[in-house]
């Protein structure tokens, strides 16, 4: 049932017995006196007065009272708000989240090794695979491509408008020249060129260049001079010489190129850190991308090939992402059961975990109240009304119980009292007729 009609009905109860006293205790106000209906009428007075002092005990709770001065002892809940919830910080934290209770608790479940011993089992990883892959085609088919790739689009673009272009680049460049590791790069490039002229098709390549360069400039020595075998010695001439000096260079490290590459290279991120011209092309470059459609596009492409991936992999026997889940799964269970420095990490450094999550563990009650401190202080009304409706039809029945109570006591004393009555009663009757049967005392 609704917290809010459980209220209602638990306060019109009370309210109709109230009702209902007030009408008796008026009807016998009325009627002739005797001992019934004095009787009738004093239940009835003390119902309607237990059920008023339970009211206002109640009432005085959750709202404020206008009765002069007892008004500034109501609306406790709402006044003492900010007092209750440190308290029940001070509680949870010290009741529910020590540190002492925590550590006792991770120990005694050990979540990492039963974790590890489910794992252990190929079927629970077989079913871990397919829980994933599950979840994941869920995902795919929920989610919204154009609002993915805004996002995606908008998350590349605050990178790039905090990157300096330029600057980076330079720092790269700077940490790739350390110890002469550029060097490395130009000794690769040198392999690769002189694997590249030992190439039939490339020596080819350059004769037919050599031949076409005789034919525009020199066309009347082309008629003379035979042009092909010009063209192969000459392409062979410059294949070795381009090699020999490559060779020099490659064997010998202080080689007047190798320093003329590694002045360029500094001089280069010198450029790049400082020089107006390149950081305005960096900035032009960045604006380009950030402002321009090819990196909307790219991104469309990149999240088009991706989930098209995806797809095709998760749909396949042989699912890639499966096979990786089933294989982690199968990696760590029996590897966290065998390390047991895995697992069991509170009882290999207690002391150093409490005093690294002790502080950690003790600010969450503390934090969740300073984060909620203000909501509360502009809703008191609110919490108020809130706790109301909670334990409402528990509390508001002692309205009607004050009255029976106030009825038994009345109902005691009123028994009491004419037991009492009765007993002076009789004790004077005896009185009176021992006095008339002793005989008298002369003098």
Known sequence: MNKALELKKAKRTPLLLLAAAACVFVATALMPRGLWIDGIKAVAEAAMVGALADWFAVAALFRRVPIPLVSAHTAIIPR????????LAVFVQDKFLDVPSLVGLIRKHDPAQSIARWLAEPANSARLGDYVVKLTSGMLDLTDDVRIQVFIK?????????VDLSQSMGSILDTLTKDGRHQELLDAGIEQVVALLREPQAREFIAERIVDWVKS??????????SAWLGEKGAEAL???????????????????RQKFDGAAHKLIVKLKSDPAFLQKGEELKRYLVEGEALASYVKDMWGELRAWLKRDLHSSDSALHARVVASGQWVGPRTRERSGVAPVAERSPRRSRARDGARVRAIPHTAYQRY??????????????????????????QRNGGRRLYRFAALCEHATVRLA??????????????????????
């Open 154 to 162: 908008d998350a590349l673009r605050d990178v790039l408008a905090k």
């Open 80 to 87: 003492n708000k900010h007092k209750i919830a440190d308290n």
């Open 422 to 443: 009765a007993r002076a009663h009789r004790l004077s009757a005896r009185y009176s007729v021992a006095r008339r049967k002793a005989p008298t005392i002369r003098a």
């Open 373 to 398: 401190r203000e909501k509360l202080e502009r809703a008191g009304d609110v919490a108020a009304n809130r706790v109301e409706h909670r334990p409402g039809s528990a509390i508001h029945p002692h």
């Open 217 to 226: 400039e020199y066309p009347k020595m082309e008629k003379i001079l035979p």
């Open 239 to 257: 294949a070795n010489a381009v090699n020999r000096m490559l060779e020099q260079i490659s064997e010998n490290p202080t080689h007047e190129l």
